[in-house]
């Protein structure tokens, strides 16, 4: 994991990491955490190519930075399911999927919902 969640220092004022960022090479397979639905696959300001995944039960993930998305809007997937390729589009200084798990409305750590071992379940 090259950023974790939460406060981060990345210039003058601290600022709040809201997923996790994982370091991988381009192209590398993203997939599902969950069975879900796309919410939204297309560009966003600032995370490039995105994936958003509406889990149920409040539970969304989103998947940025990607070099491809695989998926359209309105989608079915399955867990695991392939949904993009890792990349660098967006602001960032290099290759890495951002990873973000949203709950009621706010983002948390995505780490213990994953069994603490940051891309197990979303990364190939």
């Known amino acids: 994991m090259s950023s974790p969640f939460g406060l981060r220092l990345t210039g003058l004022r ?12 381009e ?12 919410r939204f696959a ?7 190519n995105v994936v958003w995944l509406e889990h149920g039960r ?15 809007r309105g989608d079915q997937v399955g867990a695991g399911a392939v949904i993009g390729l890792s990349g660098a589009t967006g602001d960032v200084t290099g ?10 409305g706010r983002e948390v750590d995505p780490v ?12 190939d």
């Open 95 to 104: 290759p890495h999927l951002h990873f973000e798990v949203w709950r009621w």
């Open 14 to 25: 601290p600022n709040i990491h809201r997923g996790v960022d994982l370091e991988v090479p």
């Open 58 to 72: 409040n539970l969304l993930s989103l998947y940025a930075h990607l070099s491809r998305i695989e998926v359209a």
């Open 112 to 123: 213990p919902l994953l069994g603490g071992r940051p891309g197990r379940h979303y990364l």
């Open 42 to 48: 297309g560009m966003m300001s600032g995370y490039g």
């Open 27 to 38: 192209g590398t397979l993203v997939r599902a955490m969950n069975d879900g639905r796309v």
